[in-house]
């Protein structure tokens, strides 16, 4: 069973990649977190809960199944179930962080057309306060559709008994432009819709693309 929880802590900026996640096999890095105790926030009997390595906002974390499973694409009905398990695992972690933050707004879900192997599912708060947080596509990936919530997932699945992903239907919405996820301002450069996020939206973390490039490769 499960071990006691705490509460999640907010994601750490500062944090560094461990030597054992670079180099070649960096889409198999999520399969080599779930075994490193720094990485990993807990887990139970289906899945581990990953702090997310480049979090795009103050609380970032990744939902895993220990199951070999690389993508919504291979799921089938029969994984409905596990799928129901990991929504509660998110709902859960969520209903933490709200004992201290309950005015945080979140959303869990997956990305349409992932970039790492092992299906996952995000978790993540809604400020996308973080300096980590510097492209348009790193905007887009959790504000657009293709940020597919985990609830349309598991519908889905139930009543098609598959999923489709329409490629390049997906990756066109990445080059959109940016909409602001509380007030809907539209921006065409992550530079004005960060400095928005800052005076519109109280966010403390500024535009800096040197210093987030320098701590990040995702
Ligand atoms: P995606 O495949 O686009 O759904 O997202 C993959 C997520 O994994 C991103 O949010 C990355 O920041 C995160 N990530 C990449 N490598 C690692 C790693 N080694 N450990 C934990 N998180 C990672």
Redesign the pocket.
């Given at each position: 069973m499960a071990r006691a929880h705490r509460i999640p802590p907010p994601s750490d900026f500062g944090i560094q990649?461990s030597r054992s996640?670079q180099g070649d096999n960096?889409q198999d890095?999520?399969i080599?977190?779930m075994s490193d105790t720094t990485?990993v926030y807990q887990s139970d009997e289906l899945t581990v809960t990953?702090?997310?390595?480049?979090p795009?906002a103050r609380y970032?974390y990744?939902v895993v199944p220990k199951e070999d499973i690389n993508s919504v694409e291979e799921l089938s009905r029969d994984k409905i179930a596990l799928l129901e398990h990991i929504h509660q695992v998110a709902a859960d972690f969520i209903s933490r962080v709200h004992q201290k933050e309950p005015a945080l707004k979140f959303r869990f879900g997956y990305?349409a057309v992932?970039?790492?192997r092992r299906l996952?599912l995000?978790i993540i708060s809604q400020d996308f306060d973080s300096p980590r947080l510097y492209k348009q596509h790193h905007w887009n990936?959790f504000n657009t559709e293709y940020f597919i919530e985990s609830q349309i997932v598991i519908d889905t699945l139930r009543d098609a008994g598959s999923i489709e992903i329409e490629k390049d239907k997906y990756e066109s919405l990445l080059g959109l432009r940016m909409k602001c996820n509380r007030c809907g301002k539209k921006y065409n450069d992550i530079r004005g819709l960060k400095d928005h996020l800052v005076q519109e939206h109280g966010n403390s973390w500024n535009y800096s693309a040197s210093a987030a490039r320098r701590q990040s490769r995702?």
């Open positions: 990649p996640h960096w890095g999520l080599t977190a990485q990953l702090i997310d390595m480049f795009k970032h990744l990305h992932p970039s790492m996952h995000h990936i995702c």
